[in-house]
């Protein structure tokens, strides 16, 4: 049975949270958005609130906090309300350290955790997707071969958060491409790492704030210690069910935003003496974009509660995804209708949740619960 009644800690976390997007990460959007820039003292204000130090267990200095996919997906919720740009930067992190909390050697965990722990913004990030039309997870085309006692990566990654100021990337490639997602291992190529390049930042539609690059690997050898959860490896089914339930909850996050701007300005607005809110086509938008939110929220909490059980999630995750990717799209473009003409210019933040919320379409595995 599913309960869908937060306990109070989980309440507790999406009022602060909630209240930091607001008052701290809304302000700030918009500027980030026109300047490429995101703000560092927010980034800071940001850690602060444990949002990956939290999950690190306590003998490595974190809170030892038991981690919930569930909860995890009300933080990316709130935060994309915020911002979606800010949000997945100041997640970024976790792409790195997650996946070792949960699979890495005990070796690992403690060569690496104690740094996100501190009380200073640790970048880090993983590179997922690929360059290429035929792109799939199950598929990846970057390859890891053994070569003595390590192995050598090479291929091509894109749209990696964080690139170039990470300390470490954590890279999923392929080890045994028949096996599809049962063949695919992560490892830790760390920052300056002979063979790897890193492009110019990407430049997108949306996410303008977000620091993308292209990666490339060409026979960038690690050591067999590199290889995440040493020779048993990774989960990459249940870590992309993780990443996908993460873009879920910051589509609906983005989707909130618009439908409360737009449901703002329509009381405000008026025609003919009339808020425009009263008019019955202006109503009925409003109403099927309360009715997208819902249903998303609804499918990306069944995911995080079948990841917090155990299962794999990778149905569910895959279909709140996807349900997310075309609601997010379809509600944003009805906040720029509800404003008309307003709605197309940077007056107004609708455009901006416009091409943010293009990109869930496209986007994968940059960010995590």
């Not at 590199?226 to 990774?234: E, F, L, M, Q, S």
Request: charged share 25%.
């Amino acid at each position: 049975m599913i309960d869908f009644e937060l306990s109070e800690e989980q309440q507790m976390i999406r009022d602060s949270v909630g209240a930091f997007a607001r008052d701290e990460i809304r302000p700030a959007a918009r500027p980030a958005d026109e300047s490429g820039a995101i703000p560092a003292p927010l980034v800071a204000k940001a850690w602060q609130f444990g949002f990956v130090s939290g999950a690190i267990p306590e003998k490595f200095g974190g809170g030892g906090d038991a981690r919930s996919a569930v909860t995890g997906a009300i933080i990316a919720e709130e935060l994309g309300f915020g911002d979606l740009s800010i949000a997945i930067h100041v997640l970024a992190p976790r792409l790195f350290a997650f996946p070792i909390v949960e699979m890495g050697t005990d070796d690992q965990r403690a060569k690496y955790l104690k740094r996100f722990a501190g009380a200073d913004f640790a970048a880090a990030t993983a590179a997922v997707m690929e360059p290429r039309f035929d792109y799939d997870l199950s598929a990846l085309q970057v390859s890891a071969k053994r070569d003595g006692g390590g192995f050598v990566l090479n291929g091509g990654k894109c749209y990696v958060p964080l690139a170039a100021e990470s300390e470490w990337m954590l890279v999923y490639a392929a080890t045994d491409a028949a096996k599809g997602f049962a063949g695919v291992d992560g490892f830790i190529v760390p920052r300056g790492a002979a063979g790897v390049t890193i492009s110019e930042r990407e430049k997108n539609m949306g996410l303008k704030a977000l620091a993308t690059y292209e990666v490339t690997l060409k026979d960038c050898r690690v050591g067999a210690d590199a290889r995440v959860g040493g020779d048993k490896g990774i989960d990459f089914s249940r870590l992309m069910s993780q990443s996908r339930v993460a873009l879920g909850a910051l589509g609906v996050g983005v989707m909130n935003a618009a439908f409360e701007y737009a449901r703002d300005y329509a009381k405000e607005r008026k025609a003919f003496g009339v808020p425009i809110a009263t008019k019955q086509a202006i109503a009925f938008i409003l109403a099927d974009m309360a009715i997208e939110i819902d249903a998303a929220r609804l499918l990306v909490w069944e995911a995080a509660f079948k990841l917090d059980k155990g299962g794999d999630g990778l149905k569910e995750s895959y279909l709140a995804k996807n349900y997310v990717a075309q609601s997010a799209l379809k509600v944003t473009d009805n906040g720029v209708q509800v404003l008309g003409g307003h709605g197309y210019i940077r007056e107004h933040p609708v455009e901006m949740w416009l091409r943010n919320a293009r990109g869930f379409s496209a986007i994968d595995g940059i960010a995590t619960v």
